[in-house]
């Protein structure tokens, strides 16, 4: 009973060109498990894999030192969460809020306030800013400027209303433009 070699490597009746297709897959399987496995050897030690048989550390082969590349730093992506959000409301209140004194910024303010200074009394007209509403500044630097300072603050004002005088004639009816309402300061600290 002569076999043949096809027969002994055959023994299920399957044809060389099977055979040789069946090898060829598990080649390629073997091929592409290594494949994927030589990324995860660059983490691993620089030491030469160990060899089948005895050999002395004479005998292994010395393999070059590798350089390995380390992947690129990850670029910074934006966060959109709360944290983030609240983060970037500070940042730009940064540029939109005044900025907060010092103590000693807070203390030269303080003594500038604090300089000499007169309170004085008296009667100034407010003028009526372009918006309608009244500008005291103009009537305290009146006021101080009229007892021979410089300028001033105003600290206390009044109102008054003044009224054309057919308001006071019996049955005529008030109309919107028959009163307005006159604005002075009182009082003031002059510098």
């Known amino acids: 009973m002569a076999h043949g070699i096809e027969d002994l490597l055959n ?14 897959r598990v ?16 983490g691993w030690g620089q030491a030469a894999p160990p060899a089948l048989g005895v050999q002395s550390p004479a005998q292994q082969p010395v393999e070059p030192q590798q350089q390995i590349e380390l992947p690129p730093a990850p670029v910074e ?4 969460g709360l944290i983030n959000e609240i983060g970037k409301l500070f940042e730009k209140s940064k540029s ?9 910024e ?12 007169t309170v004085v009394t008296g009667r100034a007209a407010c003028v009526v800013a372009s918006n309608g509403a009244p500008d005291c500044k103009i009537g305290a ?31 005529h009816k008030r109309g919107p433009n028959d009163c307005k309402t006159e604005n002075f300061v009182t009082r003031a600290v002059c510098q």
Do not use: W
Request: proline letters at 9%; aromatic letters at 2%; hydrophobic letters at 40%.
């Open 11 to 24: 023994p299920a009746g399957l044809t060389l060109a099977r055979l040789t297709l069946a090898k060829a």
């Open 27 to 42: 080649a390629l399987a073997g091929l592409a498990l290594s494949m994927s496995m030589a990324p995860l050897d660059r």
């Open 77 to 80: 992506r934006e966060n959109p």
């Open 96 to 104: 939109v809020l005044p900025l907060l004194k010092s103590p000693g």
């Open 106 to 117: 807070t203390l030269d303010d303080l003594s500038n306030m604090a300089r000499p200074s």
């Open 141 to 171: 630097d009146r006021l101080c400027q009229s007892k021979g300072f410089k300028e001033g603050k105003g600290i206390d004002t009044d109102a008054a209303e003044k009224c054309s005088p057919l308001v006071y004639l019996p049955g």
